[in-house]
């Protein structure tokens, strides 16, 4: 009886210790993301600013709840400049799967993607200036939304022939009938 006492005991600490371990880690996100000083959102749209609600709070990902965000499109590029010069994203080799996937399709048609808002709202959380900056560093890979939308964004352009601007209209209804 002693023996199960001690195994039980021993098991729920090593339990304990696991959990505050997973715990620590998935804040380390949310401190980065705090560290960070506030940016501008500086969209190419024509959104008032009037139309843009107060700051909301953001998930231990540095992602801003849908709901405060209702409405409003996140940032995109449109300047042409700013396209020519679009910073390199990560190599798809280093992801595996869908990420995998998205990564590569990005890398294939970087200046679309970069005319598209991310859905995430990375552009308050982390400063992202379109979907593209998501797929500059490892962000994209631990985000649903900005992987599906890539892969979205590049089946529209791939298989439906559609501009950047037809894109980006079909991503913003898309997103806002989820919000």
């Known amino acids: 009886m002693k023996s199960n006492v001690f195994v039980t005991a021993v098991l729920l600490s090593v339990f304990v210790a696991a959990c505050a371990d997973n715990r620590s880690s998935s804040d380390a996100p949310r401190a980065a993301a705090e560290q960070r000083p506030a940016q501008s959102h500086a969209s190419s749209s024509s959104q008032p600013a009037s139309s843009q609600s107060s700051a909301p709070v953001a998930d231990a990902h540095g992602h801003e709840g849908h709901g405060h965000e209702k409405g409003r499109v996140p940032a995109f590029e449109t300047d042409a400049a700013s396209l020519k010069s679009l910073s390199p994203t990560l190599a798809p080799q280093m992801f595996s799967g869908k990420q995998q996937e998205a990564y590569r399709a990005v890398k294939e048609i970087p200046q679309t993607i970069a005319q598209l808002p991310c859905y995430c709202h990375c552009d308050r959380g982390f400063g992202h200036k379109s979907l593209h900056s998501c797929f500059v560093d490892d ?41």
């Open 139 to 179: 962000h994209a890979a631990h985000c649903a939304v900005c992987v599906d939308e890539a892969l979205l964004a590049y089946r529209l352009q791939k298989q439906e022939k559609l501009t950047p601007a037809r894109i980006r209209e079909r991503i913003v209804a898309h997103y806002a009938a989820q919000e």
